[in-house]
């Protein structure tokens, strides 16, 4: 029972906590949300918006070159699902860092599954730092692509 109360609370906190609105500030002075970000993730439309949250045509000057504008277009659309996807590997890897820290702690010297417990958490921080790296690169790659537009 204790378990799963424990499970419950840091699933609440990860659902409550982390839905975050971003308003944006329109020419009249009111506030209109483009944007809502859902557990840090971000729309796959992010940056593909107005002030006035109506889509960009690919065909717009903001995204370069005739010969590029669509690829540039279609190329945001998948960096935004790929930052996604990574900021989804790191709940899993904050995730089974605690598991892994329970199944350590909960041992009882027990080798076996002591082992078991750094093998995980050892697995789990792996995990993260490959992610955080991968939205690093993933920042990069889109900036350069920013630029170059």
């Known amino acids: 029972m204790k ?6 609370s840091i699933l609440g ?5 982390g839905i975050i ?6 020419a ?9 970000y859902i557990l840090g993730m971000r729309p796959w439309y992010y940056g593909l918006v107005d002030e006035k949250c109506q889509m960009k045509s690919p065909n717009s000057d903001e995204f370069g070159g005739s010969n590029k504008r669509i690829a540039t277009y279609i190329t945001k659309i998948a960096l935004n699902i790929l930052f996604d996807l990574s900021v989804v590997v790191g709940y899993v890897a904050i995730i089974f860092i605690v ?15 002591a082992a078991r417990g750094k093998k995980t958490l050892t697995s789990a921080i792996v995990g993260l730092i490959i992610s955080l790296l991968a939205a690093v690169i993933m920042n990069t790659i889109s900036s350069i692509i920013t630029k170059g537009a």
């Open 3 to 8: 378990k799963i109360f424990t499970f419950l």
């Open 13 to 17: 906190v990860f659902l409550t906590g």
């Open 21 to 26: 609105a971003s308003p944006v500030v329109v």
């Open 28 to 36: 009249d002075g009111g506030t209109k949300s483009c944007y809502t």
């Open 99 to 113: 598991v892994g820290g329970y199944q350590f702690m909960m041992s009882s010297g027990d080798p076996g599954r």
